[in-house]
């Protein structure tokens, strides 16, 4: 339970690029194709006659531009609130809400039957679960997602980014990161209208995915600096609502 937990905290750092309050389809884990939800896709009014009309092609991006039009909107997240929705390797699906601050601040509270909380105080990040009140220890510069919780992002010069892809709906950039017992792939989406993370999935060395949606976020609200706090010496008195 915990490294399923554990690596689903990972995953969630990246919530802290997305500003968009709607829910996101969410892409199939590799190894439960058929359990999947399906959120609704977005429906946007057809643009009038006169409209369309006038509209002049635009050059595209090229990757590097893209890039950087991600790594900016990144860097300009500061705080964020919100509910997620994940998909672990077995379809299952967990909810909860999360608590954002750069520098390195996080906080994911699970919703029943799920009894983890996820904390990450800018050094480490704790996976506590609340019945038992014990908790596992990480170092928060071992994520998979360290560099997203930074105040500057800059993906082409502190990620190795493999990939660069677009559509009609999506900014698509895999991410990848060699580990000793192998390789973390991180893959983001982004509105390739207006460069928002929609969501993104986690493939650990082993090949099994992690899929995360968000929404209902407000980047204005600044959450209490005491739900980012850790006890490290006593998990009996860890901060829990």
């Given at each position: 339970?915990?490294k399923a937990?554990?690596?689903?905290?990972f995953?969630?750092l990246v919530?802290?690029?997305?500003?968009?309050?709607?829910?996101?389809?969410?892409?199939?884990?590799?190894?439960?194709r058929?359990?999947?939800?399906k959120?609704?896709?977005?429906?946007?009014?057809?643009?009038?006659?006169a409209?369309?009309?006038?509209?002049?092609?635009q050059?595209p991006?090229?990757?590097?531009?893209?890039?950087?039009?991600?790594?900016?909107?990144?860097?300009?997240?500061?705080?964020l609130v919100?509910?997620?929705v994940?998909?672990?390797?077995?379809?299952?699906?967990t909810?909860?809400?999360?608590?954002?601050q750069?520098?390195g601040?996080?906080?994911?509270?699970?919703?029943?039957?799920?009894r983890?909380?996820?904390?990450?105080?800018?050094?480490?990040?704790?996976?506590?679960?609340?019945?038992?009140?014990t908790?596992?220890?990480?170092p928060?510069?071992?994520?998979?997602?360290?560099?997203?919780?930074?105040?500057r992002?800059?993906?082409?010069r502190?990620t190795?980014l493999?990939?660069?892809?677009?559509?009609e709906?999506f900014?698509?950039?895999?991410i990848?990161?060699?580990?000793?017992?192998?390789?973390?792939?991180?893959?983001?989406?982004?509105?390739?209208?207006?460069?928002?993370?929609?969501?993104?999935?986690?493939?650990?060395?082993?090949?099994y995915?992690?899929?995360?949606?968000?929404?209902?976020?407000?980047?204005?609200?600044?959450?209490?600096?005491?739900?980012?706090a850790?006890?490290?010496?006593?998990?009996?008195?860890?901060?829990s609502?």
């Amino acid at each position: 339970m915990f490294k399923a937990a554990t690596t689903i905290a990972f995953a969630l750092l990246v919530t802290i690029a997305c500003a968009a309050a709607q829910m996101v389809p969410v892409p199939r884990p590799a190894t439960a194709r058929d359990t999947a939800p399906k959120p609704p896709s977005v429906q946007r009014p057809a643009p009038s006659a006169a409209v369309a009309t006038a509209e002049i092609p635009q050059r595209p991006l090229s990757q590097e531009a893209m890039v950087e039009r991600v790594s900016t909107y990144l860097s300009g997240m500061k705080t964020l609130v919100g509910d997620f929705v994940q998909v672990g390797p077995d379809g299952r699906r967990t909810e909860g809400q999360f608590y954002v601050q750069k520098p390195g601040k996080v906080r994911f509270e699970y919703l029943p039957p799920s009894r983890v909380d996820v904390i990450a105080d800018g050094q480490s990040v704790v996976v506590r679960d609340r019945m038992r009140a014990t908790q596992d220890l990480y170092p928060l510069s071992q994520t998979p997602l360290r560099f997203l919780v930074a105040d500057r992002v800059d993906l082409a010069r502190d990620t190795n980014l493999v990939s660069v892809a677009t559509d009609e709906q999506f900014v698509t950039l895999v991410i990848e990161e060699r580990q000793v017992v192998g390789t973390n792939r991180l893959i983001l989406k982004f509105g390739a209208k207006d460069f928002k993370l929609r969501q993104w999935t986690v493939t650990d060395p082993q090949g099994y995915d992690t899929t995360v949606a968000v929404y209902n976020l407000d980047t204005s609200r600044k959450p209490d600096p005491a739900l980012f706090a850790i006890n490290y010496e006593n998990p009996d008195l860890q901060n829990s609502r």
